[in-house]
T-cell receptor, first 109, second 113 residues
Framework: GQNIDQPTEMTATEGAIVQINCTYQ??????LFWYQQHAGEAPTFLSY??LDGLEEKGRFSSFLSRSKGYSYLLLKELQMKDSASYLC??????????WGAGTKLIIKP | IAGITQAPTSQILAAGRRMTLRCTQD?????MYWYRQDLGLGLRLIHY???????GKGEVPDGYSVSRANTDDFPLTLASAVPSQTSVYFC????????????FGQGTRLTVV
């Protein structure tokens, strides 16, 4: 079957660094997406990885290891506005997104 | 403002009633999607359309139908609502090239009582 696993909730301190992990098992693989979703709002795109390695985009970076079926989202210099849910999604062989349940990130002052 | 718009924003619906959720995009995207989002679960695909005139079933299609008469509009219809269809519904669109991001509407919060 197809499965995306990510932690349900994480807590971090303002100014710190946090890493949100995601493991995936999908029928075929055409890339891994990360989205941010603030409470009561729509998901918004953060990153896309299809090749192994680290993609850096400002304070956010995303890593992919296809052999391990593993990705992480790294958030640096955390700000209160980063409090949100972070959704991991794998693009399967039919180019359909398979979504994890999301990781709720709580930032404390 | 370019983007994707859903209506209504929220709705309380009596069980057994018929309801159509509207979705319109002005980005000329080929692909459109309907998801439901429930607490503790990931976004689940209800129906999708890769291009105008075609539709397909997603992971949880039962009780829902869609149509794609043109590029811009992708309405979702609940023929006879049941309480288990209480959820937040998101419409999304993308170019359909697979590795491009999906843009989401603001969501419709539906409560079936």
């Amino acid at each position: 079957g197809q499965n995306i696993d990510q932690p349900t909730e994480m807590t971090a301190t303002e100014g710190a660094i946090v890493q949100i992990n995601c493991t995936y098992q999908t029928s075929g693989f055409n890339g891994l997406f990360w989205y941010q979703q603030h409470a009561g709002e729509a998901p918004t795109f953060l990153s896309y990885n299809v090749l192994d390695g680290l993609e850096e985009k400002g304070r956010f970076s995303s890593f992919l290891s296809r052999s391990k079926g593993y990705s992480y989202l790294l958030l640096k210099e955390l700000q209160m506005k980063d409090s949100a849910s972070y959704l991991c999604a794998s693009l399967d062989s039919n180019y359909q997104l398979i979504w994890g349940a999301g990781t709720k990130l709580i930032i404390k002052p | 403002i370019a983007g994707i718009t859903q209506a209504p924003t929220s709705q309380i619906l009596a069980a057994g009633r018929r309801m159509t959720l509207r979705c319109t995009q002005d980005m000329r995207h080929n692909a459109m999607y309907w998801y439901r989002q429930d607490l503790g679960l990931g976004l689940r695909l209800i129906h999708y359309s890769n291009t105008a005139g075609t539709t397909g079933k997603g992971e949880v299609p039962d009780g829902y139908s869609v149509s794609r008469a043109n590029t811009d509009d992708f309405p979702l219809t609940l023929a006879s609502a049941v309480p288990s269809q209480t959820s937040v519904y998101f419409c999304a669109s993308s170019t359909g090239d697979g590795n491009t991001e999906a843009f989401f509407g603001q969501g419709t919060r539906l409560t079936v009582v």
